[in-house]
């Protein structure tokens, strides 16, 4: 077989249902000159046996001894590929099939890069857009940007390999967010390029943040610790992320959780009417919360 060009790495486990449909959008890609690492963290369900029915030479399944989590599947991947360039799947999304085509032929043309990502279809069931939205940031150096939110997925991202290992892989103290804080370190390394046409079926598991707010504010305050100089390096940087996370929390129901963020971000910048605003339109149903921040310029979205 033509050593690969690319090597898709896929964490699975217990995704019997999804993994299939996954890994074959990755199979029917039109760039061909590519292995998929599906690595296995200890599933205990027919995941093996749908995958050998692909019957296709460049699949490797790769089972771990013990589940080491999404992040450490990813890492076990990453030791494990052949590529010069390193891709990412997950095992509930799609591909469509020029996304790894127009990626590879965006790398040719910016040999600078040590990234390029994809926007994305993002479906949660019942509106489906494509992200990121355009705007200023989204390419080359997009450290400043990412320092705001994350709009780079990993199923979307294409990594040079060497960059991949300097990185040293996903940080497993994160078991939410790890992309995000993946795409602040990789940032750092050089220009990341963008294909602006979604190429990715992103299906947003229902209720995630409602079944674990807690989970989501512990690593975004991690996130801010780790990497404080960039993302608040001061009052204002470090009020705007306490207002998106309690803005969020506030859309998903958690009002009097998302109050005390708000209220952080206040005190931080007593005179913005934005913080003021979003504390005083917490008090709301939350249904009534995400109709007026969406209106009023998708406040912290």
């Known amino acids: 077989m033509t050593a690969p ?3 898709v790495v896929l964490p699975t486990k217990n995704r019997a249902r999804t993994v299939g449909a996954a890994a074959r959008s990755v199979l029917a890609q039109t760039h061909s000159r590519l292995e998929l690492i599906v690595v296995d963290d200890g599933s205990t369900d027919d995941t093996r046996a749908v ?3 692909l ?3 460049r699949l490797r ?3 771990l001894p013990e589940s080491r989590g999404a992040s450490g599947a990813r890492n076990a991947g990453i030791a494990a590929a052949q590529g010069e360039w390193i891709a990412f799947q997950d095992s509930d999304d799609l591909w469509l099939p020029e996304k790894l085509e127009k990626q590879v032929a965006c790398a040719a043309a910016h040999p600078d890069g040590v990234a390029v990502y994809t926007s994305y279809w993002r479906d949660d069931g019942a509106t489906r857009e494509a992200l990121p939205r355009p ?4 390419e080359d150096d997009v450290l400043p940007r990412l320092a705001r939110g994350n709009f780079i997925t990993t199923q979307t991202l294409m990594v040079r390999a060497d960059a991949a290992r300097r990185l040293g892989g996903f940080d497993l103290a994160f078991s939410a967010l790890n992309d995000w804080e993946y795409a602040l370190r990789l940032a750092q390394l050089g220009p990341i390029h963008w294909v602006r046409e979604p190429l990715v ?4 598991q229902p209720d995630s943040l409602t079944k674990s707010p807690g989970r989501f504010i512990r690593n975004y305050a991690r996130l801010i610790k780790k990497h404080r100089a960039i993302l608040a390096p001061d009052a204002r940087a470090e ?3 306490w207002a998106t996370m309690g803005n969020r929390l506030c859309r998903e129901g958690h009002r009097g959780w998302g109050r005390e963020f708000l209220g952080r971000a206040w005190r931080l910048r007593p005179l913005d009417p934005r913080y003021a605003g979003a504390w005083f339109l917490s008090w709301l149903p939350s249904r009534i919360f995400r109709i007026l921040t969406q209106a009023y310029g998708k406040f912290h979205s």
């Open 5 to 7: 060009l690319v090597s």
């Open 61 to 63: 399944i790769l089972p």
């Open 51 to 53: 995958l050998e029915a």
């Open 239 to 241: 009020a705007w992320h």
């Open 201 to 204: 079926e992103y299906h947003l």
């Open 135 to 138: 705007g200023p940031g989204l």
């Open 55 to 57: 019957g296709d030479a």
